[in-house]
């Protein structure tokens, strides 16, 4: 898995998150995700596939409270509870993140799905590749970005231990948080 695939995302979210919508996210330490990690329970996922030069999955998952927090501050309401109202701006927040991403991606040939906006007791998230987990902590509650992306060219391992050597994950992991370019706050 490449930084320069995965940054672009962390990039948006934080631009949106951060910027527009007024929240303050910190990114905290990325690891890979294990067959173990607990499912998001009670959230809303965002989907979305990337074809060509690159190929994979990135979803954005968000705990319901951090969903709400996210349709309000863009929709300047105070709901308390997930309606249609919800997913509407969560739509939209898909594609202020997708677009923005887009822009900084470095693979000319890859194309973008349609971001799909899905409660987390829909889908069955399994992946064929490793998957980068970036938590993103809030004052609204959890979420987190998981990549799964590689080069067409240069496909990603298939996972068949759930056991990861650890130090290609800090190596990947240094690498995201040292890159200049990159607005990532560490979480202390």
Known sequence: ???????????????????????????????????SDPPLENGIVIDVSLTGSVEGQVKLLFAESVALALANALLMTTDTKVSASTYDALREVANMIVGKAKQDFPGEATRFSIPKVVSSQVGDWKYDRHVLVVPLISLAGAMRIEVSLASAKQPAPVIVDPDVNQGQVDELVAKLLREQESPLQKVA
Request: hydrophobic content about 40%; some cysteine; aromatic content about 8%.
């Open 1 to 35: 898995m490449n930084v320069r695939f995965i940054n672009p995302f962390i990039r948006s979210c934080h631009l949106l998150f951060n910027g527009h919508l007024g929240m303050n996210v910190k990114v905290d330490k990325p690891h890979l995700k294990k067959r």
